[in-house]
């Protein structure tokens, strides 16, 4: 099945920091998520992305899927940014998608 | 629009014992999925539905897990008998792939603790 890495697997930043997180994958995908789980466990869907570059608010994500990779790009953090961040891949647009082990973030104030 | 709802938020359980557990995806969302996350780790496809169908139940235990999704529209998953390991949060989602909606939406989930 297709491999997913994520890259940090823990981030620690003071608020207002910038941050990279980034996600490999071993196979073609059309389906690319990237998803945040905050500390209650809640997991919210940021960006569907298996192609090109997407934007909101201080969130922005780009995908070249040619290279098999995606990032997700957090500016001027805030502590609410905190949690987990997960990269989850599939290779159709409507198929399983399968989760990496996830970028642990930790904003401090 | 409603989120994904899922009950019980939590649940304890003696080993050997039986749970069930509701999810109730958004309206019209033909896709339906159930994740199994074990602490510290990502999320893991159990089953997926399309309408009341199975597409994939691959890494189903189906000599202790079982689901249903009568009339393509609320899923139970229940087990039986459970074990220490199945302790996790059991995560359901659904999408909307026909209508162009490939992201999906979780619901809260609900953690299961097996003692």
């Known amino acids: 099945g297709i491999q997913v890495e994520q890259s940090p697997p823990d981030l620690i930043l003071q608020e207002g920091a910038n941050s990279t997180l980034r996600c490999n994958f071993s196979d073609s995908v059309n389906n690319l998520q990237w998803f945040h789980q905050n500390p209650w466990g809640q997991l919210i869907n940021l960006f569907y992305i298996p192609s090109g570059t997407k934007q909101n608010g201080r969130l922005s994500a780009t995908t070249v899927a040619t290279e098999r990779y995606s990032l997700l790009y957090i500016s001027s953090s805030q502590t609410t940014d905190s949690g987990v961040y997960f990269c989850?891949?599939?290779?159709?647009?409507?198929?399983?998608?399968?989760f990496g082990k996830g970028t642990r973030l930790h904003i401090l104030p | 629009e409603a989120g994904v709802a899922q009950s019980p938020r939590y649940k304890i359980i003696e080993k050997r014992q039986s749970v069930a557990f509701w999810c109730n995806p958004i309206s019209g969302h033909a896709t339906l999925y159930w994740y199994q996350q074990i602490l510290g780790q990502g999320p893991k496809l159990l089953i997926q539905?399309?309408?009341?169908?199975?597409?994939?139940d691959s890494q189903l235990p189906k000599d202790r897990f079982s689901a249903e999704r009568l009339k393509g529209v609320d899923s139970t998953l229940k087990i039986q008998p459970a074990k220490l390991e199945d302790s996790a949060v059991y995560l359901c989602?659904?999408?909307?792939?026909?209508?162009?909606?490939?992201?999906?939406?979780f619901g809260s989930g609900t953690r299961l603790t097996v003692v």
């Open positions: 989850a891949v599939g290779r159709g647009r409507d198929d399983k998608i399968i």
């Open positions: 539905f399309q309408n009341n169908g199975v597409v994939d």
């Open positions: 989602a659904s999408s909307s792939p026909g209508q162009g909606n490939y992201g999906y939406t």
